[in-house]
């Protein structure tokens, strides 16, 4: 399969050097090796892959010098360990914890002025709703993303200036998780 990947990889190389000559009438060499200008592959999901895909993350690894950084649930050390080929290479594993409170305080401020909203905590519906969300996500940073999404589809819906608690809550009622 790495081959497979690396013939895509020349085919893509020639492609962009076509349309580079087409379009700017600049002639350039191109390259058939796809990871010459990769010095990182992130892979979210690890945990999701079969054994073989494992594998050829490895032989991508040891031909390519190519960096990588795997991303999985609770417990992907573990099933990793029992591959010695591939558990040998990894350099370490860090455990993310949910984000502290002044964390989730920071990124909130970024969300409301994403959305052009700004963040007062001395008013009290932004208290509250501040509140609401960090009870709602504890911490959990991708659920904060997904809330957010929604929160701003129910601002840009209902025409809506403020983030309030009612706000949150319809967001959080239009999610799959679960309610504490």
């Known amino acids: 399969m790495t081959n497979e990947i690396d013939m895509i990889g020349g085919k893509m190389g020639m492609v962009k050097s076509m349309y580079r000559v087409l379009q700017l009438g600049a002639e350039e060499k191109y390259s058939t ?10 892979i979210d999901e690890i945990d999701r892959l079969k054994v073989q895909h494992l594998e050829q993350l490895r032989d991508i690894y040891d031909q390519k010098d190519v960096a990588m950084i795997f991303i999985g649930m609770p417990g992907i050390e573990k099933r990793l360990a029992r591959y010695p080929q591939l558990y040998s290479r990894i350099g370490f594993a860090h455990e993310f914890d949910r984000l502290s409170k ?7 401020e970024y969300k409301w002025e994403e959305l052009g909203l700004s963040v007062q905590l001395e008013d009290f ?3 509250e709703a501040v ?3 960090i009870k ?3 911490g959990n940073f991708r659920l904060i993303q997904r809330l957010f999404t929604q929160i701003e589809r129910i601002l840009e819906i209902n025409n809506l200036e403020t983030i309030t608690t009612e ?3 319809a967001a959080r009622d239009s999610l799959v998780i679960g309610v504490k």
């Open 33 to 42: 090796n796809v990871y010459e200008e990769i010095d990182l592959i992130i």
């Open 102 to 108: 002044d964390e989730i305080h920071h990124i909130l």
């Open 125 to 127: 519906a932004n208290y």
């Open 131 to 133: 509140t609401s969300i």
């Open 136 to 138: 709602i996500t504890s």
């Open 167 to 169: 706000v949150v809550e």
